[in-house]
Structures are given as structure tokens and as C-alpha cells.
């Protein structure tokens, strides 16, 4: 809509002359500038452009909808409106169904935790056809550190669904519709990205997995705020891909080292000196997401996997639904399975922290997780 | 020689100036029947003289301070207004207090915080707010709520909803004690329908429909808010020229104060957090750079206070800088548990 062209809207014939004269040719060129501009430039009174501008305007705004028609419409046409079930059923209670479809979600947490594990999980729940729980479409994987293993995945696939992955047939066609992309750099990223923007609704893709997001470019540039602003293009890319497709997007994330550049107060709060803000940090390593704060902004929900004192957790640490839940959790040879479907309730930013206490387990392929 | 411009006729007129009343302050200490004496006619025509130069002295104080300046409005009649400005309530008290009652209708409110902190929640539960009835001190309007990122889920808008009603029939069952009719007509639908969503994809559509709002809400009269949420994403990336966003910012500002106080609605952004290299050290401040901070009339930043989350009027041209402690809960925005005081109704 923003790339409407001027030409293709019903402005009086003068002004839409005037418009192709200074080669204002889009409807997002009209509204980049200010009506002042506009009328320097053009020449034209402001009456003019103010009705020249409020008729762009007109057609390039999106319609709108009520709350309760959206919610009707999600109901009606998506699955379970418009959530994807994790088989984790505490998660699922809380993140009222599922995985979001149509916005970002992400898992982040310390090396070896079991995003990657969890990853696998959902791809294969995706290609599962619907009376089994699963979107019965196809999944793109984006694997950006080469951790994907199909013999993984297949176990996992015996291990919870042995009735359809006995059968070699059915497994090769769960497998088939998982596509696993390998991006070496940046570059082939974006352009993978542009290609199943283009692709995405014509082949049944229902999920789009980035694992991880992180490693994409912590290879390429400084750190810090250039980080922030070298993705910012793909977070946006992504998040309008996943809005406009109405599939869950599921990205993960690394964890850094909490250096002193990191912010943690506005400057009224410095001035004030609140005594409550001078609580030093203890935990044994002193870890927070990769990615920065804008990052932070742009998922919708954020799901911490962290170690504390041996025992895994996977915790709501961001959610437009669920209450801040943090539940334990083991990895086994059929995925992950939560301890506990209750989640305890956590006070305050501590939902936020990422420990990394304790958690030393090799994950054994063959073998019950041990725990 | 105002009496020239007085309505009356000719004769009288020229009685009054021969008289020696010129001007229409020297009519304004007498009485009618001294009025009569001097002019000799009868009483009754001097008071009709008398009410025509009240009459038109009235207007004219009333004019004086229009006519030195085309459209300007004197503070004394500000302040009438201002006192029966309207607020939205935010649902916990305490906020509601720091904020003079509320979010204030006719002004553009900026509220920002973290991730995670609060915003969108805020931003529903304002929403729904909005459309409390009269009867129980509300505004009984509508919202307009602008999604440029995805984050309004309906079924948080739906509980939010419910727990509002649920509020509502409680208070209902306090004050109309002899009334058997406890039940209120509203479902958490009929809420849910007076909320006009609109999603954002891009700065473009974000500006087309700022500049189309006046047109929607002449068409929708009922409707007494507009959230933005959040104002910040598309402004973040694509901009290469800064000079330009600031210019494209502050148009659209503009617009909504204008919006805001044309409908006597109240307009919310809300705004993303960023990390700002000041003073040595680097602090956390709301996103959009420093001229976008003077453009907007209200702002409250949320932050984490230990293990609270609170609210910090951060700039605001009627109240004092102060912080209050809030919560998220399953029913929406709450007061703080830990401030709780105990309910004497029960």
C-alpha cells in the first residue's frame, strides 16, 4: 500500500500533473514530506495540498477492523485462533494455546540448553498433520550453525509419534516437509529470506524456524549499537513476513556477558539515587540476550531457557498473555518434556535473568536424558 | 464613543451624549431611575437602555481579548475547561492519582518503558477503559487502536474485558443495594466491538492514516481515544535521513494534538526504550531522539523499581514529577499488591 502509485489515485488532474512534473511518483514520496514542502515545492496553495494529501491518505490507509471481528475471523479460519501447541502443556496454558501465529517468538538462553532441541520439537509437531496436534504444512529451517541432525529429528519423531514414524513412508514424507536451509553469511541470508517471502503461501509453508538469529552476526560487525542497526532491516523483514503469512516464527538467541555499556537505568532514576537499584547482581555468571534492546522489542514472546542449580528451566519471560511462569524442564530422546505443568510464578525483572548454574549434562542421543 | 455602536435608536442616542454619556462604562454604575431623571424619559425605556448596553458590554469584554488576536482564548476561560476535563482511568488507583485522575483527554500522553514492562497492557486496558458508561464515571466512548507491530493479542483484550464487567457488576452491587437489577447489560463482545483496529505495515501507512483519522473519527464521533503502539517501531529503520524523520515526527505530532483537542480526545503513544551515551555512562531513554521528546505534551516512562514495576510522570505542564507502583495481573492493570490497602466496603 505504501508503494502506491500517485498515478493510480483520483487526484484532480492539476495537481496529479504537478506531482508527476517534480517526479513525486509514490504515494510514500507525497507523505514523506511535510505540507510546507509540499507546497514549496510544488508550487500549489495549501488548500491544495491538504486536500491532495488527505485523498492520498484516504487510499493508502489500512481498513480497519473491530477487536471482535479479528477475534472472529482468527477463530473461524486459523488453528485453534491462531496458536500453535507446543505439546508442552503447562506452556501452552499459559501462552493461551500455543506459539502466536503472525508475530516473533523467541527462545534464548546459554549454549547446550536446548533451544536447538526444542527447535527440532516444533518443526517436526509442524509437519504433523492436524488431528495429531501438528499445522500439516511444510517448516523452513534457517540453520546457521550447521546444529541441525536429521537423525535427531527422526528420533524424536519415533520416540513421540511411533505410529506414523514406523512406517518408513510416512517418516519420509514428516522429514520431506521440513526444508533446511544453510546460510554462510549475512548476504545469503537476506536473500534466502526474500525468496520465501515470495514462496511462502504458495507451498503450504506453516512455520519459519531461525536458529539461530544471533550467530548471523556476531561473525560480522563491531558490537553495540552497529549491531542493532545492521539487522534492524531484517527484523522488520521478518516481522512482516510473519504478519502477512500468519505462521509462528520461531528465532533463537544467544547470550553474551553483561558488560558495563549495558543500561539499566534512565537518568531520573541516577539522579534519584533509589536505594532498591543498588542490589548487586549475584548470579554465578552474569548473563542477558544477545541481540540488544531493539531485538527485545520486536519479539512478541520471549521464552528464557536457562540452569539453576542443576535443574533446567523454560520461563515466560515476555508474553501479551501469560503471567511471568517459569517451568522445569529435561531433555529426552523424544524432545522435551516439562517436569511440571505448573509453572511457578516469578516476581519482577528476575523472569528477565539467564542463569547458567550447575548444567553440565552431555545430551545422549541414545539414551534417556539424564535427570 | 461606543454608544454609537449600541442598538437603540437615533433620538435616544443623542439624549445620552448631550447627557454626557459616552462611553459605555459610564452607563455601568448607574441606576434606572437616576438614568431617567437625567434623560428625562420614563423609567421604563431607561432600563431597556441599560440592559441593551449591559448586553452588548458583555460581549464585548468577551470579544476584547478575540479581537486582539484572531482565535486566542483567554486563560480565565482555559481554566473552565480544564476543569471539566475528562480523564480515562488507568484502573489502579495509584496511578490514577499521580496523573491527576487519570489519562487526560485532549492531550497527547507519551508512555514508554523496557520490554516487557507494561506498554501494551497499559495500552488495552486504557482501551477498554475508555468505554466505561457514564453511570459509573466513565466516558462511555470508543477507541481507536493503532497496532504497528503486532503486539495486541485479543484474548488478553477479551480477559481484560471480562475482568472490567466483573468490576463494574461489583460496584453496581455496592451502590444500588435496593435495585434487583445488579446485572449489567455489557458482554466482554460488545467491548471488544467498540475497539477499531487498525495494523500498521510500514512509516507510510503509519503517516496516511494519522492525516485520514480526522476524517474516520468526524464519521465516528463516539470516539474518545486513540493508541498508537507503538509509534516507534517504523521510524527506527529505514530512515537514512534523520533530519527528515525528525520533520516527519513532528508533523505527525502536530496532527494528533490537533486530533486531540478538535474531538476533546485522548491520544497515547507508546514508545520503545533505547540505550543513550550521556554523561560518561550509558542510560536507558525512550527511543526517537531528543526532539521528539519536546513534541509530546505528556510523559510517563515505566521502569522496574527491584521487583516492582512503576510509573514516572516524567514531563507534564500540570503535574508534579512523581512515581507510583503498579501491577500486571490476569485481569489487566491493577495496583501494586504490596501498596494494597484494605477495602473497607466488605
Not at chain 1, 284 to 299: E, K, N, P, R
Not at chain 2, 58 to 87: F, P, R
Not at chain 2, 188 to 217: G, H, M, V, W
Request: proline share 3%; with cysteine.
Amino acid at each position: 500500500m505504501a508503494n502506491k502509485l500517485i498515478s493510480e489515485i483520483p487526484l484532480p488532474k492539476s495537481i496529479a500533473n504537478v506531482f508527476a512534473a517534480r517526479n513525486i511518483s509514490t504515494a510514500k514520496e507525497a507523505l514523506s514530506l511535510t505540507e510546507f514542502e509540499l507546497m514549496e515545492l510544488l508550487d500549489v496553495g495549501l488548500t491544495e495540498v491538504r486536500s491532495a494529501l488527505s485523498q492520498i491518505s484516504e487510499i493508502v490507509a489500512p481498513p480497519y477492523q473491530t477487536a471482535l471481528s479479528l477475534m472472529e475471523q482468527r477463530f473461524q479460519k486459523e488453528h485453534l485462533g491462531g496458536h500453535f501447541p507446543t505439546g508442552l502443556k503447562g506452556l501452552d496454558a499459559a501462552l493461551c494455546g500455543g506459539i502466536p501465529f503472525g508475530v516473533l517468538t523467541e527462545l534464548v538462553g546459554p549454549a547446550g540448553i536446548g533451544k536447538t532441541q526444542l527447535c527440532l520439537k516444533l518443526s517436526l509437531l509442524a509437519s504433523l498433520p492436524t488431528n495429531y496436534g501438528g499445522l500439516d504444512g511444510r517448516v523452513i529451517y534457517i540453520d546457521v550453525e550447521s546444529k541441525f541432525s536429521s537423525r535427531r529429528l527422526l528420533e524424536i519423531g519415533l520416540r513421540s509419534f511411533p505410529e506414523i514414524f514406523q512406517m518408513k513412508a510416512m517418516a519420509q514424507e514428516m522429514a520431506g516437509r521440513i526444508l533446511v536451509l544453510r546460510p554462510t553469511s549475512l548476504s545469503e541470508f537476506t536473500q534466502s529470506l526474500e525468496q520465501i517471502k515470495v514462496s511462502l503461501l504458495q507451498n503450504q509453508v506453516k512455520m519459519l524456524v531461525i536458529d539461530s538469529m544471533a550467530a548471523l552476526v556476531s561473525g560480522e560487525h563491531e558490537q553495540g549499537i552497529r549491531r542493532q542497526q545492521t539487522l534492524s532491516w531484517h527484523i522488520s523483514f521478518i516481522k512482516s513476513l510473519a504478519e502477512f503469512s500468519r505462521i509462528p516464527v520461531v528465532v533463537t538467541n544467544q547470550v553474551r556477558s553483561h558488560n558495563h555499556d549495558d543500561a539499566s537505568r534512565y537518568s531520573f532514576q541516577v539522579q534519584s539515587r533509589d536505594v532498591t537499584m543498588e542490589i548487586p547482581m549475584r548470579y554465578d555468571s552474569h548473563l542477558i540476550a544477545a541481540l540488544g534492546i531493539h531485538w527485545a522489542h520486536a519479539v512478541t514472546t520471549r521464552l528464557v531457557l536457562e540452569a539453576k542449580s542443576g535443574q533446567r528451566f523454560i520461563k515466560v519471560a515476555k508474553s501479551p498473555i501469560s503471567p511471568p511462569l517459569a517451568f522445569p524442564f529435561h531433555i529426552t530422546s523424544s524432545g522435551i518434556s516439562l517436569l511440571s505443568d505448573y509453572g511457578m510464578e516469578l516476581m519482577g525483572p528476575e523472569i528477565n535473568a539467564i542463569h547458567c548454574q550447575g548444567h553440565n549434562e552431555i545430551i545422549n542421543f541414545g539414551m534417556e536424558g539424564l535427570q | 464613543m461606543e454608544i454609537w455602536r449600541l442598538p437603540i435608536s437615533a433620538s435616544q442616542r443623542g439624549k445620552l451624549i448631550s447627557a454626557g454619556y459616552t462611553s459605555l462604562s459610564s452607563l455601568s454604575s448607574i441606576s434606572s431611575s437616576d438614568l431617567a431623571r437625567e434623560l428625562k424619559v420614563s423609567e421604563t425605556e431607561a432600563m431597556d437602555i441599560l440592559k441593551v448596553a449591559l448586553h452588548s458590554r458583555g460581549a464585548q469584554t468577551s470579544n476584547a481579548s478575540c479581537s486582539i488576536v484572531e482565535g486566542a482564548q483567554s486563560a480565565w476561560d482555559m481554566l473552565h475547561d480544564e476543569e471539566s476535563l475528562m480523564h480515562i482511568t488507568t484502573s489502579s488507583a495509584d496511578l490514577d492519582n499521580i496523573l491527576g485522575g487519570g489519562i487526560h483527554c485532549k492531550e497527547v500522553t507519551e508512555i514508554g518503558g523496557v520490554p516487557g514492562i507494561g506498554k501494551t497492557q497499559l495500552g488495552i486496558q486504557i482501551a477498554v477503559n475508555v468505554q466505561i458508561p457514564h453511570d459509573f464515571g466513565g466516558l462511555g466512548g470508543k477507541a481507536i487502536y493503532i497496532d504497528t507491530e503486532g503486539s495486541f493479542m485479543v484474548e488478553r483484550a477479551f480477559q481484560i474485558a471480562e475482568a472490567c464487567i466483573e468490576d463494574m457488576s461489583e460496584y453496581n452491587r455496592f451502590l444500588r443495594k435496593d435495585f434487583q437489577e445488579c446485572k449489567i447489560n455489557m458482554k466482554p463482545e460488545d467491548i471488544l466491538e467498540n475497539i477499531f483496529y487498525f495494523r500498521i505495515c510500514s512509516y507510510t501507512e503509519q503517516i496516511a492514516l494519522i492525516n485520514y483519522l480526522d476524517k474516520f473519527i468526524s464519521e465516528h464521533k463516539d470516539v474518545k481515544l486513540v493508541v498508537v503502539d507503538s509509534v516507534t517501531f517504523h521510524f527506527r529503520q529505514d530512515f537514512d535521513d534523520m533530519a527528515l524523520r525528525t520533520r516527519v515526527l513532528t508533523g505527525m505530532a502536530l496532527k494528533l494534538m490537533n486530533l486531540a483537542k478538535k474531538f476533546s480526545l485522548a491520544v497515547v503513544l507508546l514508545n520503545q526504550a533505547t540505550i543513550k551515551h550521556t554523561e560518561g555512562s550509558f542510560q536507558l531513554a525512550l527511543a526517537l531522539g531528543d526532539s521528539w521528546s519536546h513534541t509530546c505534551t505528556n510523559r510517563i516512562v515505566l521502569y522496574w523499581n527491584g521487583n516492582e514495576r512503576y510509573a514516572y510522570i516524567d514531563k507534564s505542564p500540570s503535574l508534579r514529577s512523581a512515581s507510583a507502583a503498579y501491577s500486571v495481573t490476569v485481569r489487566g492493570i491493577r495496583n501494586s499488591s504490596s501498596s494494597c490497602k484494605r477495602i473497607k466496603m466488605m
